[in-house]
């Protein structure tokens, strides 16, 4: 039986594609970028979200949609090479902060400054209006997704947690 459709949820689905395909493009290049300072996008990533303001484990695991086991196994490495410590957390007694150390800011200073040689590299080809029309429109993209949000998550099953039956 033929599934009917329109052109717009046509169009979403290549979105969606072209997303995956760019996720995992970006993760590779931002292990290139991230490379030079020893770090891997992943490390990147808990790094950056922690960089101005410290953050605990669940807060970067809900801001990148990822498991907090994931991220909390990425802060320990972090740690273990003294580039984080956690702190305590005067909100949240269990949910410690993580902060980066000297050693961890001198790391995303150097990842800061790699990936401004790419992106202006990158920027050069398309237009900054552009650039912006879509980031606005993932921003909305990305709303849109979370009021919606399927359960069970990607993030779930990724983490090997088995699925719920609803009765």
Known sequence: MAIKTNKSAIVWGELVIS?????ALFMTLGNKIARPAGQTSARWFVLAASYLVPQTVSQ???RMGVTRQGIQRTADQL???GLVVFRENEAHKRSRLIELTEKGKLAMESIAKEQGRWAAK????IEEANLSQVLESLHRIEKICRSTRPEPTIARFASGEKRRVRR
Not at 19 to 23: A, S, Y
Request: overall charge positive; aromatic content about 14%.
């Open 19 to 23: 997303i995956f395909r760019l996720n």
């Open 60 to 62: 970067i695991a809900r």
């Open 79 to 81: 740690v273990k090479e």
């Open 122 to 125: 990158w920027s050069k080809h």
